[in-house]
C-alpha cells in the first residue's frame, strides 16, 4: 500500500498541564503573573506573623522623660518586649505580662514619680540618723495627704509641702508648722469655698499643732484659693449672697409651674438687683401737748420785791413844821411825792412780784438703721413647653400651645411666688415655646461604631481587612487573568481550503499485522467541503499537530 506523507515538523509535548500552560504564556505575562504570586505570598506572611504579635496593653501613662528612661531600660533587661504610643507619653507591654512587669518594677521603686506614703517606713536602713528618719516621715506625711486629696473628684494632681519645724525645749518661743498645697484641677472644674475649707482643715487635722491658718491652697494657675473672707472683698460675698437669692426665687418657680405643665418643660431665670448701702438716719421732731393735758412744768422762780411805808409829817403847824422833806434819793421809790400829799403807795410801801415758769416740750428722737442686702428690684423670665399629645390619625407625637387663659393663670402665680411688687419695678414675662427635643438624641445609643469596644476592634482590624483586600485585588487583576489564559488553549489561525499534507494524513491508512490485508475499495471523491470539516475536526482533536503544519507553513517547510 502506497501512501503519500507530508513532513511535518512537530515540537516536543510538555509533559504536564502547568508547564503546557505556562508556555502559552508570553513574557509580560509570565512577569506579571510571578510578581501577583510574589505578592500574595508577601501578604500571607505578613497576615502570619502579625497574627502571632501579642495584643499590646499600657503599662504606665503621663510618665516624665526620667522614669520613662529608666522604665525602658528595665524591660530590656527582663526582655519585655514593649512599645510606644503616639508622643511617647505612654508604654504598651503585652497584654498577659502588664500585671506582672508592673509588680516587679515596683518591687524596684519604679516609677519613682508616684506617690509615696508611709511604706517609706519600711525601708529603713541600718545606721540611719534622727535627722533622716525624720524627714522620712514628713515624706510619707506628705505621700499620704497628695493621696487623699487626689481622691477628690475634681483634683487631677496634688503636692503637699509641709514644713515642721524642730521642737526644742530650750527655746522660749515655738515655731509652728505651715504647710502649702498645690491642686492641679481637671479641665472645666473648679473647687467652692467649702471643699477649699476641706483641704485646709484634712491638712490641719493631720500634723499636730497646726493652725488651719496656716495652710495655703494654690491652683495651677497661681491664684490662692484659701484667703481669708477678708482678703477676697466684699464683692464676693455679695455676690454669692445675690446668686443664693436668685436660686431660691427660680427654685419656687419651678416648683409651682412644674406640677402643671410637667417636670423638664419650664425653664426659669430670675434676676435680682440687690441694695447692699448701709444708711443711718436720725429725726428729732417737736409737737405741742397732745389732747388736754396740762404742760409739765420743768422749772418755776417766783421773785419777790418791796419797801416799808414811811412816817406822816407830824408838829405844831409853824415855819417848821411847814418846810418840805428833803427828796428822797432811793432809785426804788420812785419820784418824789409832793408836799402834803399822802399816796396808797406811801402807806403801804412799794412791792414788786415776778413768776418764771418753764414747761417741758415735747421731743421725739428717731435713729433708723436700714438693713443691707435688700431686694430692690426682680425680673423673672420664664419658658413654658407646649402640651404634649398624639395625633389621633397618624398616631404621631404632636404639641400645641398652652390658651392665652392658662398663661395668664400661670404668669399671676409667678407673680405671686416672688412677691412682685409694681412699685419696686419688678417685671415677670412668661412665654409658651415648644422645647427642642434633645431628650430622645441623649437617650439614643450612639451608633456601633461609636462605641470605645468596637473602634478598638476596628482600629485592630483596619490592617489586615486591608492587606486581604489587597491580597484579593492582586488575585483578581494579576493572579486570574494568568491562569486563565493557562488553562485556555491558544486558538490556531483557520486552515486554507486545500492542505495537501493533511490530505496525505487523512488518507494513511495505518497497517494492521495481525489483520489481512483488506480489499482495497475505490478512494471517494474529496469535496472542498469535506475537507474543511476535516480540518476543523483535526484542529479540534488534535490542536498540537495542527499548530506544528501552521508553523510549518509559516517557516515556508511545507510544499
Known amino acids: 500500500m502506497s501512501t503519500t506523507v507530508a513532513d511535518v515538523d512537530f515540537q516536543p509535548v510538555h509533559r504536564n498541564a502547568f508547564s503546557a500552560g505556562l508556555a502559552r504564556l508570553d513574557n509580560a505575562q509570565k512577569v506579571k503573573l510571578g510578581l501577583g504570586a510574589l505578592a500574595l505570598l ?50 504598651m507591654v503585652p497584654a498577659d505580662k502588664v500585671h506582672d512587669v508592673r509588680l516587679r518594677l515596683a518591687s524596684q521603686g519604679l516609677p519613682k514619680g508616684s ?29 499620704e495627704l497628695t493621696r487623699s486629696i487626689q481622691s477628690l473628684s475634681s483634683v487631677q494632681a ?42 485646709v482643715h484634712l491638712v490641719a487635722s493631720s500634723v499636730p499643732e497646726m493652725n488651719p491658718k496656716a495652710v495655703s491652697v494654690v491652683d495651677d494657675a497661681g491664684s490662692l484659693l484659701s484667703a481669708a473672707p477678708e482678703a477676697q472683698g466684699v464683692d464676693l460675698q455679695r455676690l454669692q449672697y445675690t446668686q443664693q437669692i436668685e436660686q ?119 435713729v433708723v438703721r436700714e438693713a443691707t442686702g435688700t431686694v430692690k428690684r426682680l425680673t423673672a423670665a420664664v419658658v413654658v413647653n407646649h402640651r404634649g399629645g398624639t395625633d389621633p390619625k397618624s398616631g404621631k407625637p404632636t404639641s400645641t400651645a398652652i390658651p392665652p387663659e392658662q398663661l395668664e393663670q400661670m404668669t399671676a402665680l409667678v407673680r405671686e411666688t416672688i412677691g412682685f411688687s409694681k412699685d419696686r419695678g419688678d417685671s415677670v414675662n412668661l412665654v409658651n415655646a415648644p422645647f427642642s427635643d434633645n431628650k430622645a438624641a441623649e437617650e439614643a445609643p450612639p451608633a456601633w461604631w461609636m462605641l470605645p469596644d468596637n473602634q478598638d476592634l476596628l482600629r485592630e482590624m483596619a490592617f489586615p481587612a486591608g492587606m486581604v483586600l489587597l491580597g484579593l485585588v492582586i488575585l483578581m487583576g494579576m493572579v486570574r487573568p494568568g491562569l486563565k489564559l493557562m488553562k485556555t488553549p491558544a486558538t490556531p489561525p483557520k486552515p486554507e481550503p486545500v492542505v495537501p499534507q493533511l490530505s496525505a494524513v487523512l488518507n494513511e491508512e495505518p497497517e494492521r499485522p495481525a489483520l489481512p490485508e483488506p480489499t482495497p475499495e475505490p478512494e471517494p471523491v474529496v469535496t472542498p467541503d469535506k475537507r474543511l470539516a476535516d480540518a476543523k475536526r483535526l484542529a479540534l482533536e488534535n490542536p498540537v499537530a495542527v499548530a506544528n503544519i501552521v508553523k510549518g507553513w509559516v517557516n515556508g517547510d511545507g510544499s
Open 42 to 91: 508577601a501578604i500571607a506572611l505578613a497576615l502570619f506573623f502579625m497574627g502571632r504579635q501579642p495584643e499590646m496593653r499600657v503599662l504606665y501613662a503621663n510618665l516624665n522623660d526620667k522614669d520613662g528612661g529608666a522604665i525602658v531600660a528595665q524591660l530590656s533587661q527582663m526582655q519585655v518586649p514593649y512599645q510606644y504610643t503616639e508622643g511617647g507619653s505612654a508604654i
Open 115 to 143: 506617690v509615696s506614703g508611709f511604706e517609706l517606713m519600711e525601708a529603713n536602713r541600718f545606721g540611719m540618723t534622727q535627722f533622716q528618719e525624720r524627714l522620712t516621715f514628713q515624706r510619707g506625711l506628705e505621700g
Open 158 to 199: 496634688a503636692r503637699v509641702h509641709l514644713a515642721l519645724p524642730n521642737q526644742n525645749g530650750f527655746f522660749r518661743e515655738q515655731q509652728k508648722p505651715s504647710a502649702s498645697v498645690l491642686l492641679t484641677l481637671h479641665p472645666g472644674r473648679t473647687l467652692d469655698k467649702a471643699q477649699v475649707a476641706g483641704i
Open 248 to 366: 431660691l426665687y427660680t427654685r419656687r418657680i419651678l416648683d409651682m409651674i412644674e406640677p402643671l405643665v410637667g417636670v423638664g418643660n419650664v425653664k426659669a431665670q430670675v434676676s435680682a438687683e440687690m441694695d447692699f448701702s448701709e444708711v443711718e438716719s436720725t429725726s428729732e421732731q417737736h409737737r405741742p401737748n397732745q389732747g388736754g393735758e396740762p404742760g409739765a412744768v420743768r422749772s418755776q422762780q417766783i421773785v419777790e420785791d418791796g419797801t416799808p411805808p414811811q412816817a406822816l409829817p407830824a408838829g405844831v403847824p409853824g415855819a417848821t413844821s411847814n418846810q418840805p422833806p428833803a427828796t428822797g434819793t432811793a432809785p426804788i421809790n420812785g419820784a418824789a411825792a409832793p408836799l402834803g400829799v399822802a399816796s396808797n403807795a406811801d402807806k403801804a410801801g412799794n412791792q414788786r412780784r415776778e413768776s418764771v415758769i418753764n414747761y417741758e416740750v415735747d421731743k421725739t428722737v428717731k
